[in-house]
């Protein structure tokens, strides 16, 4: 026993190196050779964010925030996905760090783009898309700013979602922490990975 716990933490230790090498290793990508890849990051989001908007919109205008909550569960991916089959070479993922959705938890190099979004907001500075690049890899990422709407689903408990709504969300999602945003919060990130070369 005197031995295994030494060896839990050099594991733990090589585990977080590890996360830490792969965001380390990506490439900040700038200036002209970023500009192809924030335009079309920019167009695959846009168009994205106006979908999503417009459909939820929708639902609670038809069944309140019950109706929205139940018809994001259902909609969110498939609709990425169709998204993304009809812009080639892009992968649309919304990353956060409070996750409702545990495929929308960030990676190791969303997470970085997230903790530096985060200082630089805490800094009053508004963050802007950016590139990066790890080995042939390029992402595009942007920030997602909580909006008023957001607050019926994301925002206090209490206060914004009610308690029918939130055990709703608790019966689709039983490990949400997406909740207690206020607006303007940063509550994750646009990552839009290249599969090629533009």
């Known amino acids: 026993m005197r031995h295994i716990i030494p060896l839990l ?12 090498e792969e965001v380390v290793r990506e ?22 964010f106006k979908v999503l908007k417009e459909r939820l919109t929708t639902a609670m205008k038809t069944g309140g ?39 929308n938890m960030a990676d190791g190099r969303e997470m970085a783009i997230i903790q530096e979004y985060l200082e630089l907001m805490k800094n009053g500075i508004e963050p802007s ?4 690049q790890q080995g042939e890899s390029m992402r595009y990422y ?3 700013i909580t909006l008023g709407l957001c607050l019926n689903c994301h925002g206090d408990k209490n206060k914004h979602i009610g308690q029918e709504n939130y055990s709703l969300i608790k019966k689709l999602y039983p490990n949400d922490n ?16 290249f599969n090629s070369d533009l």
Request: aromatic residues 6%; contains cysteine.
């Open 27 to 48: 490439r900040r990508v700038s200036g002209g050779e970023s500009l192809k890849y924030i335009d079309v990051g920019k167009n695959v989001t846009n168009i994205t």
């Open 129 to 132: 898309p950016l590139v990066g």
């Open 65 to 103: 925030v019950t109706g929205a909550i139940e018809h994001c569960s259902m909609i969110a991916y498939p609709l990425t996905d169709s998204i993304m089959k009809n812009q080639l070479n892009v992968k649309i993922k919304r990353a956060t760090h409070k996750a409702r959705n545990p495929k």
């Open 178 to 193: 997406a909740t207690d945003f206020k607006v303007g919060d940063l509550r994750g990130i646009w990552s839009v990975e």
């Open 9 to 20: 933490f050099i594991a733990l230790f090589l585990a977080n190196s590890c996360k830490k």
């Open 142 to 144: 942007a920030p997602i």
